[in-house]
Structures are given as C-alpha cells and as structure tokens.
C-alpha cells in the first residue's frame, strides 16, 4: 500500500504560479504511475495529468497543456505539478493518485487527501 501527502496549495491572483507536491510513503518500491486530479463541489472529479515510473511518460488534460508540468523525483518519492499561468477556471481541490494504469488511461487507485488551489482575478 502507498500513502500519498499533497501540499503546496494556497490562494494565488490569476497569471501566477504555484508548485504542489506529492510525497509518497509505504510501499515506494513497487514502480507506480502518479497522476493529478481535481475536483470541484457539485462536479466529477477531472483528470489533470499523469507521469510513469521512470519519467519518460506523461500525458496532460487539454485545457493544462502548456501550462502545467508533472515531473517526479523518485529519490525523494515525491511528484510534483507545476501550474503556471493560473486561471479562475483552475480553482479545485487538487489531489494525488499513484495506481499501475497507463497514463493515458489512468484512474489511480492510492489517494491523497487532496490540496485547495484558489486562483482569484
């Protein structure tokens, strides 16, 4: 089993940056993809992006390509997303998921508790 933390969330004016983090503890040796999600109240959760084991893989929601990058570090255990460009649309709960999907299919099975992301105008 994997417990995943995110952090870095927080409330950000729009055009600006923020970096989350996915800190992955447990069992770390077993080589998980890791993707992002976000979901706002009252609507699905959306799939934002997702990287494979070793990097080379990564795959983005439409509306985030160019805008966010997801890269890991996986001597730290830990995957990262940085958004830039924030728009209000970007507001969600973010949260991390580590699974053995392929990314362009991935649905996660391990869940973080998920981070807030506000962007205002």
């Known amino acids: 089993q994997v417990h995943l933390v995110e952090s870095g969330g927080g409330l950000v004016q729009a055009g600006g940056s923020l970096r989350l983090s996915c800190a992955a503890s447990?069992?770390?040796?077993?080589?998980?993809?890791v993707g992002w999600f976000r979901q706002v109240p009252g609507k699905e959760r959306e799939f934002v992006a997702a990287?494979?084991?070793?990097?080379?893989?990564?795959n983005y929601l439409d509306s985030v390509k160019g805008r966010f990058t997801i890269s890991r570090d996986n001597a730290k255990n830990t995957v990262y997303l940085q958004m830039n460009s924030l728009k209000p649309e970007d507001t969600a709960v973010y949260y991390c998921?580590?699974?053995?999907?392929?990314?362009?299919?991935?649905?996660?099975?391990?869940w973080g508790q998920g981070t807030q992301v506000t962007v205002s105008l």
């Open positions: 998921a580590a699974g053995l999907d392929a990314i362009r299919a991935f649905r996660g099975v391990y």
């Open positions: 447990g069992r770390t040796d077993i080589r998980y993809a």
């Open positions: 990287i494979s084991w070793s990097g080379d893989s990564t």
